[in-house]
């Protein structure tokens, strides 16, 4: 049983669905499903329920999702731990995050590097969208950044970290309802950033629906005020809307049904970033602040997902 297997196992659990999972790892569907079959094999239990939309933890699933979560928590302590033991001297680190994240993610991430590595890596942040990132990142001004939806064919390493519904967002003033269909999108008065535009436009082309953008804003603290006085909605990732988990006062999340709509979150780093004990450091602190939102019910419509729920 390898760490490899168990983090692709709580991966499909935390997305409810192996064609989401294999989309975010990613990995060809084909080869995640047998390594979830040989993972059954060798433990000698069902973990999976199989269902015709999307997979269900069994109850011995559960139980291995747990001890799959404590195991790599224990890897990633031990990581820092041999890393602290073999710095000597401290590193800085500079992360990049976008707007629509930096604010769920950094005072956690901060604390957690503070609270284990105050004595060997400086975290630095700096903020931007998913291209300006990767630019940074190629000419080194960033050493790792968290970018959404990033092109292939960059040299650079890119590792999965989750995948991220987008919400309709209204004022309740606007009485949007919490379910809607595509066709609905037209009727709906938007504003969006570039960045999200584009994404859920080429995944609405599937369907062959449109939007109604009244205005690309890319300042994501602006849409969020203008949403708040009611005469436009947005479509944002489900976290941006979100406080201690739970959706801000006055503000509806509505959910499209008939096609999916996310967003990818990857870390991204330059290739030979896996020989650096800080860099790899903080990629555990980064897996495990993830984990621990996720479990708040921040990246998911309901306010504290239980594993293995199917949203495929």
Request: with cysteine; net charge positive.
């Amino acid at each position: 049983m390898h760490l490899r297997t168990l983090r692709y196992f709580v991966t499909v659990a935390d997305a409810g669905s192996l064609t989401a999972a294999a989309a975010a790892i990613p990995i060809a569907q084909p080869a995640l499903t047998r390594q979830m079959r040989d993972l059954e094999t060798e433990l000698g239990v069902q973990l999976l329920h199989r269902l015709p939309r999307g997979v269900r933890l069994t109850q011995a699933g559960v139980s291995v999702y747990e001890s799959a979560q404590r195991m790599l928590g224990e890897a990633a302590q031990l990581t820092q731990k041999l890393a602290r033991g073999q710095s000597v001297q401290k590193t800085t680190v500079v992360l990049g995050a976008s707007p629509t994240l930096a604010r769920l993610l950094l005072p956690g991430l901060f604390e957690s590097c503070m609270a284990t590595l105050a004595d060997t890596v400086t975290l630095r942040s700096r903020e931007a969208f998913t291209p300006a990132l990767l630019d940074w990142l190629e000419r080194g001004i960033v050493d790792m950044a968290i970018v959404t939806n990033p092109e292939l064919g960059r040299p650079l390493s890119l590792q999965p970290l989750l995948t991220e519904p987008f919400a309709v967002v209204s004022h309740e003033s606007m009485r949007v309802n919490p379910l809607l269909q595509p066709a609905q999108l037209s009727r709906i008065p938007l504003l969006m950033t570039s960045l999200h535009r584009g994404i859920v436009e080429r995944q609405l082309m599937s369907v062959g629906k449109s939007l109604n953008v009244h205005a690309e804003i890319d300042s994501v603290d602006s849409i969020r005020e203008l949403v708040l006085r009611g005469k436009w909605a947005t479509i944002m990732p489900i976290s941006v809307f979100k406080e201690s988990g739970q959706p801000s006062p006055r503000i509806v999340m509505s959910e499209v049904s008939g096609v999916q709509l996310h967003r990818q979150l990857v870390l991204a780093s330059r290739l030979d970033s896996h020989r650096n004990a800080a860099l790899a450091t903080m990629q555990d602190l980064i897996d495990a602040e993830f984990a621990r939102l996720s479990r708040a019910g921040f990246f998911s419509f309901g306010a504290s997902p239980s594993p293995g729920g199917s949203t495929d």
